[in-house]
């Protein structure tokens, strides 16, 4: 077997980053569908939280990225 | 200074800027001779694998030489602070970093795209000489046609406001007039409270920088696509200006909090060290958000591109192009995202420190 353990790292990190864009999404359907009218609300805070969820998600690839040298 | 002569012309702007940038930065292009090498190389060369960790990283970081495209690039100058003094000349000496050049005081060369002093046969470092890199490299170049383009607009939006007083805007002042209200009405002033307005010119600063680097380097040819908002440096600096901004307006409901907070007060040293590192820690995730997102933006587009050398195809290039393109697309949600994500935090930590005590 090759390669870099940071490759691994790199794939945790992505699992974090998907179980909670994935809560994110799935709740703001939620409120969508309990309050159409608040949709763009809703979706503007969802994108904020989702692009905070993606900020820790890449601090772990910049720390793979970093390893892998 | 009255600019918007230049932007309200019917001419087209561009080369005006391109035109003033140009002068500024560059003597004259060269064009990268091909080298000679010996047969055996030649061959090593062709059945060596395309290496995209290396190209990726190539075009993430800075470089003392600013690429049109091809073989031809832009020599950029070399400014060195050494230990005896002074020395100023054009990275066009290196010759692609091929060679040595003996300045005043040390001999420099390129060493993994970094200009050190080195010893008589010009490739060990001397371990004795301390050179501090002061050149305009390519994102120093890349961000002073950014800031050279943010003045241009801001000028010319700012002498429209004046000649029309009471009228409604026009031309550019109105495409900028709701990004600018959105920064007052939806960031500054949730966020900081009645005291926003000694911070707008700052929060404006600041979106408007971010915004108008992630979209320059987005811009696949010259003079875009270096990675300004995308380098540490950059970031850091940002960030440093946020923790002092922060601090340097902090009250004392602020400061109170964190010395003195509502516990008792043998966990007090627990407290001190957990609000100092909060202190830190704001600003720093600040600077990793940014430098992170900007950065992976320009890797995964720069892989994508690779998959066409990696499979040796063009069969792979429309699969390749297409995800590019979606990715591009992304990245411009990106950009605008992460300047109003920077900005609003900046407010949100601001606000926190100017607010006043209620319970």
Same mark, same amino acid.
């Given at each position: 077997?090759?390669?870099?353990?940071?490759?691994?790292?790199?794939?945790?990190?992505?699992?974090?980053?998907?179980?909670?864009?994935?809560?994110?999404?799935?709740?703001?359907?939620?409120?969508?569908?309990?309050?159409?009218?608040?949709?763009?609300?809703?979706?503007?805070?969802?994108? =904020?939280?989702?692009?905070?969820?993606?900020?820790?998600?890449?601090?772990?690839?910049?720390?793979?990225?970093?390893?892998?040298? | 200074?009255?600019?918007?002569?230049?932007?309200?012309?019917?001419?087209?702007?561009?080369?005006?800027?391109?035109?003033?940038?140009?002068?500024?930065?560059?003597?004259?292009?060269?064009?990268?001779?091909?080298?000679?090498?010996?047969?055996?190389?030649?061959?090593?060369?062709?059945?060596?694998?395309?290496?995209?960790?290396?190209?990726?990283?190539?075009?993430?970081?800075?470089?003392?030489?600013?690429?049109?495209?091809?073989?031809?690039?832009?020599?950029?100058?070399?400014?060195?602070?050494?230990?005896?003094?002074?020395?100023?000349?054009?990275?066009?000496?290196?010759?692609?970093?091929?060679?040595?050049?003996?300045?005043?005081?040390?001999?420099?060369?390129? =060493?993994?795209?970094?200009?050190?002093?080195?010893?008589?046969?010009?490739?060990?470092?001397? $371990?004795?000489?301390?050179?501090?890199?002061?050149?305009?490299?390519?994102?120093?170049?890349?961000?002073?046609?950014?800031?050279?383009?943010?003045?241009?607009?801001?000028?010319?939006?700012?002498?429209?406001?004046?000649?029309?007083?009471?009228?409604?805007?026009?031309?550019?002042?109105?495409?900028? $007039?709701?990004?600018?209200?959105?920064?007052?009405?939806?960031?500054?002033?949730?966020?900081?409270?009645?005291?926003?307005?000694?911070?707008?010119?700052?929060?404006?600063?600041?979106?408007?920088?971010?915004?108008?680097?992630?979209?320059?380097?987005?811009?696949?040819?010259?003079?875009?696509?270096?990675?300004?908002?995308?380098?540490?440096?950059?970031?850091?600096?940002?960030?440093?200006?946020?923790?002092?901004?922060?601090?340097?307006?902090?009250?004392?409901?602020?400061?109170?909090?964190?010395?003195?907070?509502?516990?008792?007060?043998?966990?007090?040293? =627990?407290?001190?060290?957990?609000?100092?590192?909060?202190?830190?820690?704001?600003?720093?995730?600040?600077?990793?958000?940014?430098?992170?997102?900007?950065?992976?933006?320009?890797?995964?587009?720069?892989?994508?591109?690779?998959?066409?050398?990696?499979?040796?195809?063009?069969?792979?290039?429309?699969?390749? =192009?297409?995800?590019?393109?979606?990715?591009?697309?992304?990245?411009?949600?990106?950009?605008?995202?992460?300047?109003?994500?920077?900005?609003?935090?900046?407010?949100?930590?601001?606000?926190?420190?100017? $607010?006043?005590?209620?319970?």
């Amino acid at each position: 077997m090759t390669g870099s353990i940071a490759a691994l790292g790199a794939g945790l990190a992505v699992i974090g980053a998907g179980i909670g864009i994935g809560q994110i999404g799935g709740k703001a359907m939620e409120g969508i569908s309990r309050q159409p009218e608040a949709a763009g609300k809703i979706q503007t805070a969802m994108i =904020i939280a989702a692009a905070l969820v993606e900020g820790v998600a890449l601090f772990g690839v910049i720390v793979a990225l970093l390893g892998n040298k | 200074m009255d600019f918007s002569h230049i932007l309200n012309s019917k001419k087209i702007t561009l080369s005006v800027v391109l035109g003033v940038f140009l002068t500024v930065f560059t003597c004259k292009a060269f064009a990268i001779q091909e080298k000679q090498v010996p047969e055996a190389a030649v061959e090593n060369k062709e059945t060596s694998k395309f290496d995209p960790s290396a190209t990726i990283l190539e075009h993430i970081g800075d470089s003392h030489y600013f690429h049109v495209g091809g073989h031809i690039a832009f020599p950029l100058p070399v400014i060195l602070y050494t230990d005896k003094g002074l020395e100023i000349f054009s990275s066009e000496r290196f010759e692609e970093g091929e060679k040595a050049y003996q300045g005043k005081y040390y001999q420099y060369a390129l =060493i993994k795209d970094k200009v050190k002093a080195v010893v008589a046969d010009g490739k060990t470092i001397d $371990e004795t000489a301390t050179v501090i890199d002061l050149s305009i490299t390519k994102n120093v170049a890349s961000m002073w046609l950014s800031v050279l383009l943010l003045l241009i607009i801001f000028f010319s939006v700012a002498s429209s406001y004046k000649k029309r007083v009471g009228k409604a805007p026009k031309g550019l002042q109105s495409l900028l $007039e709701p990004v600018i209200l959105f920064i007052r009405d939806d960031v500054a002033l949730p966020n900081i409270g009645y005291k926003y307005h000694r911070f707008m010119p700052l929060l404006l600063t600041v979106f408007f920088f971010i915004l108008i680097n992630n979209l320059i380097g987005m811009v696949p040819f010259f003079p875009g696509g270096s990675n300004v908002t995308g380098n540490i440096a950059v970031t850091f600096v940002l960030a440093v200006v946020t923790l002092i901004v922060v601090n340097v307006n902090g009250n004392k409901y602020y400061w109170k909090h964190i010395f003195a907070p509502d516990v008792p007060f043998w966990l007090y040293p =627990i407290m001190w060290v957990v609000e100092l590192a909060g202190i830190i820690s704001k600003p720093f995730a600040l600077m990793v958000r940014l430098f992170a997102n900007i950065m992976a933006g320009h890797v995964i587009v720069i892989a994508l591109i690779s998959l066409i050398f990696i499979f040796k195809t063009l069969g792979i290039a429309p699969v390749s =192009i297409a995800f590019t393109l979606f990715i591009d697309v992304l990245e411009l949600l990106v950009a605008f995202l992460q300047a109003f994500i920077f900005t609003m935090l900046m407010a949100l930590f601001i606000g926190s420190a100017v $607010e006043e005590h209620h319970h």
